[in-house]
């Protein structure tokens, strides 16, 4: 076969991550990682999701008509039979002149003409055209399987990024709902101070602008968090107005620990880069068919049937018909276009290299993003946590300074909005720190494998 033989691209592999400079090859991660978290729910929606989202399917439909392609591009290698039986009736003028003598003919004549032939054309594939041709619809086949998994894993690690931050919206909530109600008995007895004349008109003014503020911020997050299940059921393959998570909110959750394995890995764990990869060797096979284009064409066609004029005798011997014609077509002058086709392909190679090599270096950077927001957010848990607990220790002196008459009542407001303000973003630090973790499997390529994919999973 003309044309270059596929070798992958070469590209510079670091030895580790730098964020995991301890790094050693570890085990794949499972298929169904997601039951490292250990979460029934999550597993439940995962599976909704991979039955019935849509996008999901586009892309196996996709799989199906490349795979259908290959096959149409196969079959060139085969010779083409067809059957194609045919009559005909023709009247003959008695006004003509006869082909033997030359003289009039004395009347007409009917003659009907029966026809079975069995047709035969091939094109011999001296160099290798339509070899190329397959190899470079096979590839892209694989390629398309490979996006499947691209778009099966992101599925997957939406919804789970889904699933945690409604968590987290209702950690949230419950934070809002409870600080509302200890707001509502504050105004309550400042209310009672007031009448007693204990407290002036101001103080009151202040806690229930307060409480106000509050009971807007709750309305907000439960509207944030409706959107998200809305988006959620989306992915799920779901309507919206019949889909329901129920409240959990995230509280003390640590993400599981994900075997980071060595930047060689990336090149058969991830999907997108395996699909990368596949664009090239489909991209590679061209040239040699654009090679091909130089070269002489064979082609060898053929027929044999019977034929005659009385269907009485049609399958008799003495009806046989036969043909063999084999062709040559030798490309001489194309005013240019063969080479141009050519180099537009060789063109187009190197395009899918780069994206090739593009891929891996963000699959590189995707890994290092998570392993570093992995650690960020965990160190940041760890702080707003110390964080809350001072907070309450602050809120608690602030009450005793103002109920002894130490403090002013903006002391309280304060150590109070300190309190809120540190528990929902400890409570939003521990989404971001789940979210870091499903990314990171994302990055790593999930649980993806490659012949699943390719054998139709």
């Known amino acids: 076969m003309v044309g270059p033989s596929y070798v992958r691209p070469a590209v510079e592999q670091p030895t580790g991550f730098k964020s995991q400079p301890a790094g050693e090859a570890g085990p794949p991660i499972a298929a169904d990682w997601w039951r490292l978290y250990a979460e029934p729910e999550l597993e439940r929606l995962i599976t909704s999701a991979q039955a019935s989202n849509q996008t999901l399917r586009q892309a196996v439909a996709r799989v199906d008509e490349a795979r259908a392609l290959a096959r149409v591009a196969g079959s060139y290698l085969y010779p083409t039979v067809s059957l194609d039986p045919s009559y005909s009736r023709t009247r003959y003028s008695g006004s003509r002149a006869s082909t033997i003598t030359g003289k009039q003919v004395a009347r007409g004549v009917d003659v009907s003409n029966w026809t079975i032939p069995l047709d035969l054309s091939y094109e011999i594939d001296v160099w290798g055209r339509v070899r190329r041709s397959l190899e470079a619809a096979r590839a892209t086949a694989e390629a398309t399987a490979d996006d499947v998994g691209v778009v099966r894993l992101t599925v997957e690690t939406d919804v789970a990024q889904y699933y945690y931050t409604i968590r987290a919206l209702d950690a949230q909530i419950q934070i809002l709902k409870d600080t509302v109600t200890a707001y509502e008995e504050q105004v309550r007895l400042l209310s009672v101070q007031l009448r007693t004349g204990l407290i002036s008109a101001s103080v009151v003014s202040q806690a229930q602008a307060q409480l106000k503020a509050t009971q807007a911020q709750l309305s907000n997050t439960a509207r944030a968090r409706a959107n998200t299940e809305h988006a959620l059921a989306i992915l799920c393959g779901r309507p919206a107005p019949s889909f329901t998570v129920a409240s959990n909110p995230l509280q003390e959750v640590s993400p599981p620990a994900v075997p980071v ?44 049937g019977f034929q005659s004029l009385n269907a009485d005798m049609l399958f008799s011997w003495q009806s046989r018909v036969a043909q063999i014609l084999p062709s040559i077509s030798i490309p001489i002058f194309q005013g240019g276009r063969l080479r141009a086709n050519l180099e537009a392909t060789k063109a187009r190679y190197r395009q899918t290299v780069a994206v090739y090599i593009e891929q891996v270096l963000v699959a590189y950077g995707d890994v290092e993003d998570a392993l570093t927001d992995l650690h960020s957010f965990g160190d940041q848990v760890a702080s707003l946590r110390d964080a809350v607990a001072e907070s309450r220790n602050y809120l608690r002196l602030a009450q005793v300074q103002y109920r002894q008459g130490l403090a002013d009542y903006l002391l309280v407001i304060d150590a109070e909005r300190t309190l809120l303000a540190n528990q929902l973003s400890l409570a939003q630090a521990v989404n971001f720190q789940m979210n870091a973790s499903v990314h990171l499997i994302k990055a790593l390529g999930g649980g993806w494998d490659p012949s699943e994919e390719h054998s139709g999973r």
């Not at 990869?277 to 066609?301: D, H, Q």
């Open 261 to 304: 394995g060595l930047p060689a890995q990336l090149l058969t764990r991830r999907p997108d880069v395996a699909e990368a990869e596949k664009n090239v060797a489909a991209a590679n096979a061209l040239i040699g068919v654009a090679t091909a284009e130089f070269y002489p064409r064979f082609m060898l066609t053929a027929s044999a």
